[in-house]
């Protein structure tokens, strides 16, 4: 299975702080992808990344949020200002031959 | 809008029982993309099959097996002989053709617990 790492993988944080998810996606793809699990619930989309643009984004991503491709293999999710709910599994993916493949998740925790 | 339904929130069985999970689709298009990903205890999610709207063959492959019918627009998937490795939350979800954005899908999961 193509191989898509995430750092870290648990993250604490306090109510308010900034904090930065990194992925690592299938090399040499301009599509990548983030989601977000709610402990117990499903997996919800969050946006879409293509070409160093923001190329889709659902109704969760609002303006606390927002990715970057700081080098030309990392991308990363950062959450200005972390509330309560936003503690969730957070997963990054990458797609081949038609199929979406996940990292491993980041962990966070909102105290 | 599309929409996957697992009916089925928890599943126990014991070791060694056939056991099937049930996973029902809604869609408007006729190009799509059906998949089931396992996610294990330790949280990741483990990608199992892919299949297109236009392949109604079914799978097996080991002690997997998938059963695709369009005309119920069911997509369940059969673990035979189970064990407690296969201890995990199964997750049906659906794509438009590529689309892996607001248009891929995920059903809210099936727990299953197999027991020694």
């Known amino acids: 299975e193509p191989e898509v790492t995430q750092t870290p993988s648990h993250q604490v944080t306090q109510m308010g702080q900034e904090v930065i998810l990194r992925c690592v996606p299938i090399?040499?793809?301009?599509?990548f992808y983030w989601y977000r699990q709610i402990l117990g619930q499903k997996v919800e989309f969050l946006v879409s990344f293509y070409n160093n643009e923001i190329s889709e984004k659902s109704e969760i991503f609002d303006d606390q949020f927002s990715v970057e491709r700081p080098d030309g293999s990392n991308f990363t999710l950062k959450i200005r200002s972390t509330k309560l709910e936003d503690s969730a599994m957070y997963f990054c993916?990458?797609?081949?031959?038609?199929?979406?493949?996940f990292g491993p998740g980041t962990r966070l925790l909102v105290l | 809008a599309q929409k996957v339904t697992q009916a089925q929130t928890e599943i126990s069985v014991v070791e060694k029982e056939d056991v099937t999970l049930d996973c029902v689709y809604e869609t408007r298009d006729t190009t799509y993309y059906l998949f089931w990903y396992k996610q294990p205890p330790s949280g990741e999610l483990v990608f199992l099959i892919r299949?297109?709207?236009?392949?109604?063959q079914n799978e097996i492959s080991g002690r997997y097996s998938w059963n695709f019918q369009k005309s119920t627009s069911s997509f369940n998937f059969t673990i035979t002989a189970s064990q407690v490795v296969d201890s995990a939350v199964y997750f049906c979800a659906l794509s438009e053709a590529n689309n892996y954005g607001q248009n891929f899908v995920f059903g809210p999961g099936t727990r299953l617990s197999v027991l020694p």
């Open positions: 090399s040499n793809h301009l599509y």
């Open positions: 299949r297109n709207s236009f392949d109604e």
């Open positions: 993916a990458s797609p081949r031959s038609g199929t979406q493949y």
